[in-house]
Nanobody, 116 residues
Framework: QLQLVESGGGLVQPGGSLRLSCTPS????????IGWFRQAPGKEREGVSC????????NYADSVKGRFTISRDNAKNTVYLQMNSLNAEDTAVYYC?????????WGQGTQVTVSS
């Protein structure tokens, strides 16, 4: 079964850091656009960051620029989202997405809670 598996969420204090991982099962991330999205309670899902697998080109939402870094480890076929200087507004379920022509996969989501 083709799917994405996320990990790395948890509870962190304001100002802290977390690293999320996104690993596909049953396929490689070559030729995909991989994105991280998040959805807070009562809010719509929003894009956080994305990376083009082959070129390494990245993009970030204004709300996370300078704090979050997306990267890919080709050997591990995994995409990471390093999140620093976290604040309460970053609390959400974070989802990984992989998109290619006629293909789109979502992970199950991982909860990130920023609270003292």
């Amino acid at each position: 079964q083709l799917q994405l598996v996320e990990s790395g969420g948890g509870l962190v204090q304001p100002g802290g850091s977390l690293r999320l991982s996104c690993t596909p099962s049953g396929f490689t991330l070559d030729y995909y656009l991989i994105g991280w999205f998040r959805q807070a309670p009562g809010k719509e899902r929003e894009g956080v960051s994305c990376i083009v697998a082959n070129s390494g080109s990245t993009n970030y939402a204004d709300s996370v620029k300078g704090r979050f870094t997306i990267s890919r480890d080709n050997a591990k076929n995994t995409v990471y989202l390093q999140m620093n200087s976290l604040n309460a507004e970053d609390t959400a379920v974070y989802y990984c997405n992989a998109a290619a022509p006629f293909k789109r996969y979502w992970g199950q989501g991982t909860q990130v809670t920023v609270s003292s």
